[in-house]
């Protein structure tokens, strides 16, 4: 059984940067794509990058595509998000997902998940 445990977060003025990093451990065959996602008050929850470990293919939501950068280091089991360029709009709590679901088409859709860690919150100030 996959466990994923996030770090990074905090509160930062518009324009700043923040890295989040995702650590896990457990079964690594079931860590083929590793993405984050995020969740504003009120909001459904919405990909914001994903990886697929393998090939190294990376996956971006709209509304970070050009300031935000996910990475991977395998020897550490960490996957990491680069958030440059923060805007008020990015204040969400960011969750670590894993275990992507057999079948699953779209790598971006919190549904194709099925292990998720607590999450780690974003707070960007105007």
């Known amino acids: 059984q996959v466990q994923l445990v996030e770090s990074g977060g905090g509160s930062v003025e518009v324009g700043g940067s923040l890295r989040l990093s995702c650590t896990a451990s457990?079964?690594?065959?079931?860590?083929?794509?590793m993405g984050w996602f995020r969740q504003a008050p009120g909001k459904e929850r919405e990909g914001v990058a994903v990886?697929?470990?393998?090939?190294?293919?990376?996956y971006y939501g709209d509304s970070v595509k050009g300031r935000f950068t996910i990475s991977q280091d395998n020897a550490k089991d960490t996957v990491y998000l680069q958030m440059n360029n923060l805007k008020p709009e990015d204040t969400a709590m960011y969750y670590c997902?894993?275990?992507?679901?057999?079948?699953?088409?779209?790598?971006?859709?919190?549904?194709?998940?099925?292990?998720w860690g607590h999450g780690t919150q974003v707070t960007v100030s105007s």
């Open positions: 457990g079964y690594s065959y079931s860590r083929k794509a």
């Open positions: 997902a894993t275990d992507r679901k057999f079948g699953s088409a779209y790598v971006l859709s919190p549904s194709s998940y099925n292990t």
């Open positions: 990886i697929l470990s393998d090939s190294g293919s990376t």
